[in-house]
């Protein structure tokens, strides 16, 4: 069983970096599909960013040039560097792990609140 755990959240000003970080226990992260995903009050769950292990990686129009996605193998992280942060990405942050050759094995992390003020 796949456990994932998020970290790295908090309350910042606008304009400052974060660093989410996700330990995966249980499997290799070569084989998923990594994700990170947000949710605001009030609002569905959106995709941030995609990426495989040594593949492309894909983020959301709303964050492209601000965020980036990558993993560490040998540490089984997946990270979300956030830069020049706005009041509209508060949200919880949810890593998101789905397997590469069968959808159904499909993880997700606890969430973690990251919260921008003005």
């Known amino acids: 069983q796949v456990q994932l755990v998020e970290s790295g959240g908090g309350a910042v000003q606008a304009g400052e970096s974060l660093r989410l970080s996700c330990v995966a226990s249980?499997?290799?992260?070569?084989?998923?599909?990594m994700g990170w995903y947000r949710q605001a009050p009030g609002k569905q769950r959106e995709l941030v960013a995609t990426?495989?292990?040594?593949?492309?990686?894909n983020v959301a129009d709303s964050v492209k040039g601000r965020f980036t996605i990558s993993a560490d193998a040998a540490k089984s992280t997946v990270y979300l560097q956030m830069n020049s942060l706005k009041p509209e990405d508060t949200a919880v942050y949810y890593c998101?792990?789905?397997?590469?050759?069968?959808?159904?094995?499909?993880?997700w992390g606890q969430g973690t609140q990251v919260t921008v003020s003005s």
């Open positions: 990426g495989t292990l040594g593949g492309s990686t």
């Open positions: 998101n792990l789905v397997n590469l050759w069968n959808s159904r094995y499909n993880y």
């Open positions: 249980g499997s290799r992260l070569r084989i998923y599909n």
